[in-house]
C-alpha cells in the first residue's frame, strides 16, 4: 500500500499532536517497511526535518500559493499533490481532511484525539468551539474511517456526531520506546546539575492550562506534613505559569515548587524516572499520554476519575477525582509512605504500558488500512 500522512504536526510540533504524528509514522516505517509512506507538509523545516529521509520516507512540500492563501495548503495542495502519488490511503493524523477529494482510488482516515471543547466547553473560548466543531465534524463525516485514540473519544464521536460505530476503530497510541528502553542508564548527577533537581520529588509534565490541574497538585502538596512533603518539579509552559508561581509564594512553597520549562526530548525519560511519583490531575484529555511515559518510566502514578484516564492508567494507577485536593494529598501520601504499594504499582505500571508498545499500535492501525483497502496484512511484527 501507499499511504500519505498530513504531516505538518509531525514537522512543526513539539508536543502532543506532533508526538502522536512522530510515533505513528515512525512506527509504521519500523514495522511495516514493505510499504510506501509520504508525508505532505506546507514545509519540511525544524528540528524533525531530517527523521524521515533517515527511515526512508517520501516527504512532498504541498504548498501551491503563497501569501494570504498559504493556508489552503491542507485543502487545494495536498489533493493536488496526493493524486500524483496515486495514494491508497490518506491519513489525516489531526482531526481534519482536505475539503476536496482525492478521488475515487484513495480511501480516508482521520483521526479524532478529543472533543474536549464540546464535552468541557466552559474551558475554550466560543469561537473555537465552533471552529473546531464545524471542522471536526465534517471530517468524521467525510472520512471512510475514524480513528479514536481512546473508547473515551470513540464514544464521545458516535454521540456527539453521530457516526455509527462500524466506521469508528480505536487504536491506541504509543510513546518513545526512550522511556522504557533502561540499557541507556540515565545520568542523574548531569539532569539534576542542569534542570537543578531536588533530592525527592513528585513529577508534573504538561501544559501550563488550568485544565491539566497542576494548581491542584499544588494545593495537595501544600497539605503534606512538612517532614513528609516532597518537592515538586513541573515540566512544561503555559498561560498559567505566573499564576502558579503566585500560588506556591502564597502556600509558602516558593522554595519547593520548580519549574523546568521545556526538557530535552533525550532528557525526560531521565526526570521521569528520578521522580518519587508523578502525578497528572488532568480534568479531561483524549489519552493523557504522560501516563503511559511515567508507567514505562517505572514511576507509580496519581492521576484522575472519569475521561480516558483508566485506559492508560489501568489497574498500576491511583485514581483520584479531579480537583479534589484533599484526595489528591492522601493518594500522595499512601505512595511516598507505603514501599510495597510502590512496587506493585511499578510491576504492574510494566505490564500495562506493554500494551501499548508500537509494534502493537502500528499493527492494530495496519489492520485499519488494510481493511479499507480489502487486504488481508500479513507482515504483523
Not at 500500500?1 to 510540533?13: C, E, V
Not at 472533543?115 to 469561537?127: E, N, R
Not at 533525550?266 to 518519587?276: E, H, K, M, N, T
Request: proline share 6%.
Amino acid at each position: 500500500m501507499h499511504i500519505g500522512f498530513d504531516a505538518k504536526r509531525f514537522f512543526h510540533n513539539r508536543t502532543g499532536l506532533g508526538n502522536y504524528a512522530r510515533s505513528t509514522i515512525l512506527g509504521l516505517a519500523e514495522y511495516f517497511p514493505g510499504h510506501s509512506y509520504t508525508l505532505f507538509t506546507p514545509r519540511a523545516t525544524g528540528e524533525f526535518c531530517t527523521l524521515p529521509t533517515q527511515r526512508g520516507l517520501i516527504v512532498q512540500e504541498a504548498c501551491p500559493l503563497g501569501g494570504m492563501f498559504a493556508a489552503l495548503w491542507r485543502s487545494l495542495g495536498i489533493p493536488r499533490a496526493a493524486r500524483r502519488h496515486n495514494l491508497d490511503i490518506y491519513h489525516g493524523l489531526s482531526h481534519e481532511l482536505p475539503l476536496t477529494s482525492f478521488g475515487p482510488g484513495t480511501r480516508t482516515v482521520v483521526t479524532m484525539h478529543d472533543l474536549l471543547f464540546l464535552t468541557h466547553p466552559h474551558l475554550y473560548p466560543w469561537i473555537d468551539r465552533q471552529l473546531y466543531a464545524s471542522k471536526y465534524r465534517q471530517s468524521c463525516r467525510r472520512a471512510d474511517m475514524v480513528v479514536a485514540i481512546s473508547q473515551k473519544t470513540a464514544d464521545d464521536v458516535h454521540e456527539i456526531f453521530g457516526i455509527p460505530r462500524d466506521r469508528i476503530r480505536v487504536v491506541y497510541q504509543s510513546c518513545s520506546p526512550a522511556f522504557s528502553d533502561l540499557r541507556d542508564v540515565d545520568d542523574a548527577a548531569r539532569l539534576r546539575q542542569k534542570y537543578r533537581l531536588p533530592e525527592r520529588y513528585a513529577l508534573f509534565v504538561g501544559a501550563l492550562i488550568a485544565r491539566k490541574g497542576a494548581q491542584t497538585l499544588i494545593a495537595a502538596l501544600a497539605e503534606l506534613p512538612a517532614a513528609d512533603r516532597p518537592d515538586l518539579v513541573i515540566v512544561g509552559t503555559g498561560p498559567l505559569q505566573a499564576a502558579l508561581r503566585d500560588q506556591a509564594r502564597a502556600l509558602g512553597l516558593v522554595d519547593r515548587v520548580h519549574f523546568a520549562g521545556r526538557v530535552d526530548d533525550a532528557d525526560l525519560p531521565g526526570l521521569y524516572r528520578q521522580a518519587s511519583v508523578f502525578a497528572y490531575p488532568s480534568v479531561g484529555e483524549g489519552f493523557g499520554i504522560p501516563i503511559l511515559e511515567a508507567l514505562g518510566s517505572r514511576v507509580p502514578v496519581i492521576t484522575s476519575t472519569g475521561s480516558c484516564f483508566s485506559e492508560p492508567g489501568g489497574d498500576a494507577a491511583l485514581y483520584t477525582a479531579p480537583g479534589d485536593v484533599p484526595e489528591l494529598a492522601r493518594a500522595l501520601s499512601r505512595v511516598l509512605g507505603d514501599e510495597a504499594l510502590r512496587r506493585d504499582m511499578i510491576e504492574k505500571g510494566v505490564r500495562h504500558a506493554h500494551n501499548f508498545h508500537s509494534s502493537r499500535t502500528s499493527a492494530a492501525l495496519m489492520e485499519v488500512y488494510a481493511e479499507l483497502c480489502g487486504t488481508a496484512e500479513q507482515e504483523h511484527p
